[in-house]
């Protein structure tokens, strides 16, 4: 089970940090991601931290979000610096078994709303 926490509203230019928590299992053996979604649109990935301690990030979000994770705690964390606007959206975590071709579970969705 996935517990996200930590949105809410921000100013442009302003930060935020994203956690999700895992329970009932190991986060070492999966890939952790956030994503995020807008109403009607399709949700996409916004950053990965793989089982393996490598890292992706979309490029809209490259060099102000850092995604990182704490493997004692089983807690995943989103840092996201010089907030915009269009970053206003649900972000989900999720978490996909090293053996799966798919995330499999999801958190609950946080709100973050970047006013301008």
């Known amino acids: 089970q996935l517990q996200a926490s930590g949105g809410g509203l921000v100013q442009a230019g302003g930060s935020l940090r994203l956690s999700c928590a895992a329970s009932?299992?190991?986060?070492?053996?999966?890939?952790m991601g956030w994503f995020r979604q807008l109403p009607g649109e399709e949700r996409e990935s916004v950053a990965v931290?793989?089982?393996?301690?490598?890292?992706y990030y979309a490029d809209s979000v490259a060099g102000r979000f850092t995604i990182s994770r704490d493997n004692t705690k089983n807690t995943v964390y989103l840092q996201m610096n010089n907030l915009k606007p269009e970053d206003t959206a649900v972000y989900y975590c999720?978490?996909?078994?090293?053996?799966?071709?798919?995330?499999?579970?999801w958190g609950q969705g946080t709100q973050v709303t970047v006013s301008s």
């Open positions: 931290t793989r089982w393996s301690n490598s890292t």
């Open positions: 009932g299992r190991t986060s070492t053996s999966y890939d």
């Open positions: 999720a978490a996909r078994p090293v053996v799966a071709n798919k995330y499999v579970y």
